[in-house]
């Protein structure tokens, strides 16, 4: 089992950055694919972004494509959700997810493939 706590949400003018950060408990984080979610009021969560476990593949929600970029560091237990040029239909609560898997290369899409969940870190953009 892992326990994930996100960090970097916060309040920021459009046009700007917030760099997320999601810390793994457990000597076994290279197991883990990881995934970022977002969930703004009234919507349902929403894919943001994915990294397999090696960091090779990669993968974004086409409406953050060029914006943001995911990255892990194995050796910190900790993946970052890099976020430039924000816009105010950024603003949701972020979560961070894993998974478990035997694929070093994959990473994983859908958000009911992936158990373990943070609490949730708040990013607001004002225009």
Do not use: H
Not at 32 to 52: D, H, I
């Amino acid at each position: 089992q892992v326990q994930l706590v996100e960090s970097g949400g916060g309040l920021v003018q459009a046009g700007g950055s917030l760099r997320l950060s999601c810390a793994a408990s457990g000597r076994t984080f290279n197991n883990y694919a990881m995934g970022w979610f977002r969930q703004a009021p009234g919507k349902e969560r929403e894919f943001v972004s994915g990294v397999s476990r090696n960091g090779g593949d990669r993968g974004y929600a086409d409406s953050v494509k060029g914006r943001f970029t995911i990255a892990r560091d194995n050796a910190k237990n900790t993946v970052f959700l890099q976020m430039n040029s924000l816009k105010p239909e950024d603003t949701a609560i972020y979560y961070c997810a894993a998974r478990n898997t035997p694929s070093m290369t994959t990473y994983v899409f859908a958000s009911s493939n992936y158990p373990y969940w943070g609490q949730g870190t708040q990013v607001t953009v004002s225009s």
